[in-house]
């Protein structure tokens, strides 16, 4: 049951950063509720590329749970040094609330 629980938080973390490095329209919606800039986009893709690599790289080597949180916070404050505070306030609420909606969807 761990197992499963683990292995659906590092999909939903990869799917996070592949939705915004991979799959343009869904880190254009972002990109458009951040009101991000062009250079920040570009900054932004990177930074989710960087972290899906990460996150790929870790699963395949079994890491630990505290290696991807650390993934994560590193990204947090990558994505921190790129964004405006407003922006980063946006962030951390999106963010927050599609937590919420994974958890409610798992019952």
């Known amino acids: 049951m761990k197992t499963t629980i683990l292995r659906l938080m ?12 991979e799959a343009p329209h869904r880190g254009d919606r972002m990109a458009q509720k951040l009101g991000l800039s062009d250079d920040q986009r570009t900054q932004m893709k990177e930074i989710m590329k960087e972290q899906r690599q990460a996150m790929m790289e870790a699963r395949k ?11 994560r916070a590193t990204t947090h404050q990558k994505v921190a040094g790129v ?7 946006k962030y951390d609420a999106a963010a927050r609330h599609h937590r919420a909606k994974r958890r409610a969807a798992k019952g």
Do not use: V, W
């Not at 080597?61 to 993934?71: C, L, T, V, Y």
């Not at 964004?83 to 306030?89: G, K, R």
């Open 61 to 71: 080597n079994k890491a630990s749970r505290e290696d991807f949180k650390a993934i």
């Open 83 to 89: 964004l405006t505070p407003e922006q980063l306030q």
């Open 10 to 21: 590092m999909a939903a973390t990869l799917l996070t950063g592949m939705s915004y490095a």
